[in-house]
Structures are given as structure tokens and as C-alpha cells.
């Protein structure tokens, strides 16, 4: 009996615009992360995402667009806080361990990244206050809640830079539920106004 002939394999199916969007954005994160502004090059940003140069320019149009894309923080701010205030620190700091151990994207700790750029850094920073400070003041009850989410988002901030850039051995063995339960009794003081009197600023 004759062998039937192989059913020829279906090419794969190229990858659609959002996603070739989203490998353009975290290359361009990479990219700026690394190296300054001026010498952060669109060919560099298409090489890494696996696109031509036309292609970035088409999407973004140019540098500059690009890179306030990447140090926009709207996104990864209201998935930040996206719980209830009671349970608002147990849920950042799995969040903050979920992106980064799955190296994914990191949700707030390119804004450390910003120094390198100069004129465009301001903007970053702006963006960061704006959307994230700000943003988790607007959520917070009791006095001096701009104070207190400036020192949360600072206790998250360094917990981050323990993952990605330090890499500390003993923390980064711990599940995240148990530095969850380190980092609670820190953080949900600041969230619920619980702390000790902080002077108005």
C-alpha cells in the first residue's frame, strides 16, 4: 500500500501589529535603560526586535515618540494599584515580583533609568511623578497621603532594584508570598495613614 504523502506544514503565521508593537516597545526599553539618549539608535532598537527600521518609524514615527512611550506610566500604574486599599500593599509588591521574575516588564523601575537622557529625562520624571506618585496620593486616605506614596513607591522602587539590578541572593529565594509578608508591615502603614505623624509637606 502506498505511503500517503506528508501534509505539507502551514507557515507560520506572521505576527500581528500589536505584537510586533510590543516587541518594538520592550526593545526600545532595553535600549534605553542601557545606553543615553544620543546614543540609543532606531537600527540598534529594530535589530533587537526582530523588525526593520521602516518598520519602528512606522509605528512610532520617530526616536523622541518612542521614548516617551517607553517612560509612560499609565498602564503600569493602574495595574499597580489595582486593589482595594487594605489589601493595596500585598498586591503591589506580588505584582512587583510577578514582572520581574517573569521578566516580563518591569511596572515602575525604569524611572531609575532616566538620569541617562538628559532634557528628555525631565519628562520622565515628570510622567513618573504625575502618574504614578500622584496617582496612588489620589487613592490614599488620611493626611499627608503625597508624602506617604512618595515613601511607599520608594519602598517598592528599592525592592525592584534588589530583583533587577542587584540580584540579592537571599531575597530573591524567598517565594513571593513570603516577601509579601516581609514587606506588608511596611508598606500598608504608609497606605492606610496608619504611620506615625508625618509633617505636612
Sequence with gaps: MPTPDPVPERPARPRDAD?????I??????AFARHAYADTT???IAADAGVSPALVMKYYGS?????????????DATAL????????????VLHLLATQRGQTRDPILRIAFSRHHLELGSQ???????????????????????????MAVGVLLGLGALYATVQADRLTRLDPGEVADLYVPLLQPLLCGDSPALPAV
Design 63 to 75: 526616536k523622541e515618540h518612542l521614548f516617551t512611550q517607553v517612560f509612560t506610566f499609565d498602564a
Design 124 to 150: 520622565a520624571r515628570a510622567n513618573f511623578r504625575t502618574q504614578v506618585i500622584d496617582a496612588l496620593a489620589a487613592r490614599l486616605p488620611g493626611p499627608a497621603a503625597p508624602l506617604r506614596a512618595e
Design 19 to 23: 505584537a510586533r508593537r510590543a516587541d
Design 81 to 92: 494599584f489595582d486593589a482595594p486599599v487594605d489589601g493595596l500593599a500585598r498586591h503591589m
Design 25 to 30: 516597545l520592550a526593545a526600545a526599553r532595553r
Design 42 to 44: 532606531i537600527a540598534a
